[in-house]
C-alpha cells in the first residue's frame, strides 16, 4: 500500500509541474491583429466621425448655408472616405492607414467649415449686423455700436 501511495503522490506532482505549461499555452493570434493593428474599435471610431460629418453638410444644405453644388462635393467626398474606411476596416487599420484617413477627415472638416462661412446663407451676405435687431449696420445712425434692447 506504501508502494501505491509514494506513487500516486509521484504522478500527482508530476501533473502539477504540467498543468502550468499547459495553461500558458494559447492559439497564435491571427495577423490581422498582431504587431499593433486596431481593427475594429478603430474602424467604428472614424465610421462615426465620417457619419457625423455628413449629417452636418445634410443639415447646412437644408437651411441654404451651403449650395447644392458644394454640399454635392463635400457629401461625395465624405462618402469615399466611408468608403475607404470600410475596405480597410475588414483586415484591420494599421498605424498609417489610420493616420491617411484621418488627414482626409481633417481636410474634409476643414473644407466644410470654409463653404459654410463663404458667404452663401442670403442673410449675410454683404451686410452685418452686429447688435443683432434685424437691421443692417450700414443704415443706422451708430453703425451698430449700440444695442437696441
Known amino acids: 500500500m506504501r508502494n501505491y501511495m509514494i506513487s500516486a503522490a509521484l504522478l500527482a506532482s508530476t501533473v502539477a509541474m504540467a498543468a502550468p505549461a499547459a ?4 492559439p497564435p493570434v491571427p495577423r490581422g491583429y ?3 493593428y486596431n481593427n475594429y474599435g478603430q474602424a467604428r471610431r472614424l465610421e462615426a466621425r465620417v457619419q457625423t460629418d455628413r449629417n452636418q453638410i445634410r443639415q447646412l444644405d437644408r437651411r441654404n448655408i451651403l449650395s447644392n453644388r458644394e454640399a454635392q462635393r463635400l ?3 465624405a462618402r469615399s472616405i466611408q468608403l475607404r474606411i470600410r475596405q480597410l476596416g475588414y ?8 493616420n491617411e484617413v ?8 476643414r473644407n466644410i467649415q470654409r463653404e459654410a462661412s463663404d458667404g452663401n446663407n ?4 454683404g451686410w452685418s449686423d452686429r447688435d443683432r435687431d434685424g437691421r443692417d449696420d450700414r443704415y443706422e445712425d451708430d453703425r451698430g455700436t ?3 434692447n
Open 34 to 36: 498582431a504587431n499593433g
Open 23 to 26: 495553461a500558458q499555452w494559447a
Open 75 to 77: 457629401d461625395n467626398e
Open 146 to 148: 449700440r444695442r437696441d
Open 122 to 125: 442670403y442673410r449675410n451676405a
Open 91 to 98: 483586415n484591420g487599420l494599421s498605424g498609417r492607414e489610420r
Open 102 to 109: 484621418e488627414r482626409r477627415l481633417n481636410q474634409l472638416e
